[in-house]
Nanobody, 126 residues
């Protein structure tokens, strides 16, 4: 079982930047991909971005494309989400997730991911 530990986040003003980290341990050699999801207040959790571990390819939700950058350090088994030009609607609890194979579910689906981080609050104020 892979354990994911998140760090970063916090409060920032509109237009500001934050970086989230997600460090994986235990069974990481089987990582096929990782992703970030977020849950805004009173809403369901939603997909933010995903990265394929083998080649670093990324995919972003339309709401964050061009503002967020996802990267990974394979040697450290760590994924990073650099968030810029933050908006109030980016306020949410952010979760990282890991999957060990391509699986049966789409990479934008929570069901595709077996391991989850503890969640990190990001608050963007105007």
């Amino acid at each position: 079982q892979v354990q994911l530990v998140q760090s970063g986040g916090g409060g920032v003003q509109v237009g500001g930047s934050l970086r989230l980290s997600c460090a994986a341990s235990g069974g990481t050699s089987s990582t096929y991909g990782m992703a970030w999801f977020r849950q805004p207040p009173g809403k369901e959790r939603e997909f933010v971005a995903a990265i394929w571990w083998s080649d670093g390819a990324t995919y972003y939700a339309g709401s964050v494309k061009g503002r967020f950058t996802l990267s990974r350090d394979s040697a450290k088994n760590t994924m990073y989400l650099q968030m810029g030009s933050l908006k109030p609607e980016d306020t949410a609890v952010y979760y990282c997730a890991q999957r060990g194979s391509s699986g049966l579910y789409h990479f934008m689906s929570e069901s595709s991911y077996a391991s989850w981080g503890q969640g990190t609050q990001v608050t963007v104020s105007s």
